[in-house]
């Protein structure tokens, strides 16, 4: 019987991915580096502090919401840093238009959540790697949901949505960017 049940959530696993295989993230306004209109505006940086463009499609059946992160994993923090987090993306999005991560111009769809970054505000916070470090990898994540909502307040710890997300992802797609100075 133990056989059984291992079988079978292998055979559940493999088409779990085969259904994910297809789930891409794009960005018209990415092409390996990111731009100055990407790039903070402070600690240093004068970039624009404007989300890219996104899209997604090819996600698995069963997808309840969307949610779209950005992270710095070479940042000197030893844990990374926290660019963007965005959650309760309605199933039925596949986009976010450029400029969405700026919370006062509406343009994410109703209950999403802008949560709080590791700059302690809400939104998007470009790219600012330190003077003299090799350039940093930039990874953009779509991450397709079994659930409709996540109940988090948007001022969450960083860390603490992405485990969320993670209890939750059916299939991520990502693509890295990378930046600097």
């Known amino acids: ?3 059984l049940i291992k079988l079978i959530l292998a055979i559940v696993g493999i088409q ?4 994910a295989e297809g789930f891409t993230l794009e960005s018209p306004d990415v092409s390996g580096e990111l731009s100055v209109e990407q790039l903070y505006d402070g600690f240093g940086c004068n970039g ?7 899209r997604w499609h090819g996600e698995p059946k069963g997808t309840k919401s969307f949610a779209v992160t950005l992270y710095d994993p070479d940042a000197p923090m030893g844990s990374g840093w926290w660019h963007w987090i965005v959650f309760n993306i309605p199933s039925d ?3 976010l238009p450029k400029g969405a991560g700026d919370p006062k111009r509406g343009s994410l769809p109703k209950g999403t959540v802008q949560s709080v970054n590791d700059f302690g505000t809400v939104g998007y916070g470009g790219a600012c790697p330190p003077v003299g ?4 990898r930039y990874v953009f994540t779509v991450y397709a949901l079994d659930v409709e909502s996540i ?6 710890p960083p860390a603490m949505v992405e485990s969320t997300l993670e209890k939750h992802a059916l299939a991520k797609a990502s693509f890295v960017a990378y930046y600097g100075r």
């Open 16 to 19: 779990a991915l085969l259904m």
């Open 133 to 136: 470090d090799r350039p940093h």
């Open 48 to 54: 624009g502090n404007i989300s890219p463009l996104l």
């Open 93 to 95: 999005v596949h986009r």
């Open 151 to 156: 109940r988090l307040p948007f001022d969450t």
């Open 1 to 3: 019987m133990k056989n």
